[in-house]
């Protein structure tokens, strides 16, 4: 089966991160780009990201987590950070990397993970087709397509092999978010990485 997209760098803030359940002391993974999942009382919430911050919501849209987006005007995401991280990105030209200090190589993963940041801030949900279908993995890793991406692949369903205790909760998460109005993540996924693809091609980057 095709692996599905995942969540890159930054879009997985709320992996190890202590479940926000006062009487729970498990960790959270985050499955995807919109999924959270707490290994121990397996507890669903949904991550979303505004121009300034990084929520995790539970069905009803109650934000029961935050944390801040780092960028350069505290937050807020304008042409001059891409231009910024894309010049951070120009200046390793010419550098092997398979050679470079360890810090090297982290700041030139650190600037593709703030360019894909950047990109998915600049984006409006509206403007994508609606999730329409939920796709599940196995009973504790579910997806949201629209139609056009959910059948294709339909029958490529359950391959995974992660159960949970309450296989029905986590159900009822994922239809309690399909109603909320979400975007298809397969199509968010392809507007940011093209959009992503094309910034790199205009500065010879790709």
């Not at 801040?68 to 042409?79: L, Q, T």
């Not at 950047?118 to 939920?134: F, K, R, W």
Request: glycine share 6%; aromatic share 8%; charged share 30%.
């Amino acid at each position: 089966m095709q692996s599905e997209q995942p969540a890159t760098g930054t879009e997985l803030c709320w992996d190890h991160e202590d479940c926000p359940r006062d009487d729970c002391d498990g960790g959270l993974q985050q499955q995807d780009r919109f999924n959270v999942l707490c290994l121990a009382c397996e507890g669903v919430w949904t991550y979303v990201k505004t121009s300034t911050a990084h929520l995790l919501q539970t069905a009803d849209c109650e934000t029961v987590a935050t944390k801040p987006i780092a960028m350069s005007d505290g937050g807020r995401v304008s042409e001059a950070d891409i231009e910024s991280i894309l010049d951070e990105l120009k200046s390793f030209e010419g550098i092997d990397l398979t050679k470079a200090e360890p810090g090297t190589v982290e700041r030139f993963f650190d600037a593709q993970d703030w360019l894909m940041e950047a990109i998915d801030a600049e984006l409006d949900d509206d403007d994508l087709p609606q999730a329409t279908h939920i796709w599940w993995n196995d009973q504790a890793e579910f997806h949201l397509y629209c139609a056009d991406h959910y059948f294709p692949i339909a029958n490529e369903q359950w391959t995974g092999f992660t159960e949970v205790d309450d296989p029905q909760a986590v159900t009822q998460a994922a239809r309690d978010r399909l109603d909320s109005g979400v975007p298809c993540e397969k199509c968010h996924s392809e507007v940011l990485y093209g959009r992503r693809d094309e910034l790199l091609e205009e500065r010879d980057l790709a």
